[in-house]
């Protein structure tokens, strides 16, 4: 229950950061999958990364580039590709929605030890990846 306690509660955080900014929570959560590449990324790496199918990812790309989130430009590599660009944004006007989050996060690493970090953070990997898994099977399965 209490992993299900933490998911409901990451929505809903995620839900709020997505309203204030004036995106739905899925364009949010594919900002933050672009943010956090190491560079521009294509939309279908951002399907892959979020599940969403290459349809639904150029309608939030879209969306991004509208509300001036992202951009799109030629890979200097291969003209014929397309990348999503993240455009740089005041730092200051979002980070604020998240500091009591870091902070009570940066508590709660003080609180254990380097051992019990190492548990929680591999925990929270094998969910991760247990939850992309379950995702593609419930995306692959016809007929519901």
């Known amino acids: ?11 809903m955080f995620h839900t709020a950061v997505a309203d204030r900014m004036g995106l ?3 364009d949010h959560k594919c900002l933050d999958l672009a943010r956090r590449a190491p560079g521009p990324v294509t939309a279908g ?20 580039e509208r509300a001036n989130y992202v951009r799109r430009v030629r890979d200097p590599h291969d003209r014929r590709k397309v990348l999503v660009e993240v455009l740089p944004q005041d730092h200051d006007k979002y980070s604020w929605m998240f500091q009591g989050l870091r902070d009570a996060c940066e508590k709660a690493v003080q609180e254990h030890t380097p051992e019990e970090i190492e548990l929680i953070i591999g925990y929270v990997v094998r969910m ?3 939850l992309h898994t379950e995702t593609k099977r419930l995306q692959e399965r016809e007929g519901g």
Request: hydrophobic share 40%; glycine share 14%.
């Open 45 to 64: 790496r951002i399907a892959e990364l979020s599940g969403l199918s290459t349809g639904a990812v150029t309608g939030v790309i879209d969306r991004l």
């Open 24 to 26: 739905s929570v899925t």
């Open 1 to 11: 229950m209490s992993g299900r306690d933490l998911g409901a509660a990451t929505v």
């Open 128 to 130: 991760t990846e247990t």
